[in-house]
C-alpha cells in the first residue's frame, strides 16, 4: 500500500476505520515510522479484505 502517513492523516484515518470497523481494537492500529505495510496486512487479515479492497475503503475515508 504507497500510502504516506504522518501524525495528522493518521489519527483521522485511525478514527474513521474504528468507527467503521468497531471490532479494530487500538492494538491494531500501533504505528511504527516504516511499518506500515505490517500494519495494514494485519488489519487486512482481521477485516478479511484484500489490499486492493483496503486502498478503496482508505480512499473512500
Not at 502517513?5 to 515510522?33: C, G, M, S
Request: proline residues 2%.
Amino acid at each position: 500500500m504507497n500510502l504516506y502517513i504522518n501524525k495528522e492523516n493518521w489519527d483521522e484515518l485511525k478514527i474513521r476505520l474504528k468507527i467503521k470497523y468497531p471490532q479494530l481494537t487500538n492494538a491494531d492500529f500501533l504505528h511504527k515510522e516504516g511499518k506500515e505495510e505490517s500494519m495494514f496486512r494485519m488489519i487486512e487479515y482481521k477485516l478479511r479484505k484484500t489490499k486492493k479492497e483496503m486502498q478503496e475503503i482508505i480512499a473512500g475515508l
